[in-house]
């Protein structure tokens, strides 16, 4: 069972920037790929990036792809989403979550297993 929180969020102006962690414990931290999903009120959860177990490979969302970059420290069991350019349709919830299918990249939630409580992002305008 694999256990995760999400750190890093907050307030910030349209342009800043911010980096949610997300930190797992309760499991082989190189096993599982890893996610971050966004949810704004009113809207179904969203695909945002993606990392595989090793952090060979990874994707984003085409909406965030040229602004927000994840990454993964397994020797710290912790995965980053390092987000600059935000604006306010930014604004969402943001989740962690994780999969035991540590060599595929997944973009679908239902694919994941495991998930975080979730860090709030609000961008102002």
């Known amino acids: 069972q694999v256990q995760l929180v999400e750190s890093g969020g907050g307030l910030v102006q349209t342009g800043g920037s911010l980096r949610l962690s997300c930190a797992a414990s309760?499991?082989?931290?190189?096993?599982?790929?890893m996610g971050w999903f966004r949810q704004a009120p009113g809207k179904e959860r969203e695909f945002v990036a993606s990392?595989?177990?090793?952090?060979?490979?990874?994707t984003h969302a085409d909406s965030v792809k040229d602004k927000f970059t994840i990454s993964r420290d397994n020797a710290k069991n912790t995965m980053y989403l390092q987000m600059n350019s935000l604006k306010p349709e930014d604004t969402a919830l943001y989740y962690c979550?994780?999969?035991?299918?540590?060599?595929?990249?997944?973009?679908?939630?239902?694919?994941?297993?495991?998930w975080g409580q979730g860090t709030q992002v609000t961008v102002s305008s």
């Open positions: 979550a994780a999969s035991p299918k540590w060599s595929t990249l997944l973009l679908d939630p239902n694919g994941f297993d495991y």
């Open positions: 309760g499991g082989t931290f190189s096993g599982y790929t």
């Open positions: 990392i595989t177990g090793s952090g060979a490979v990874r």
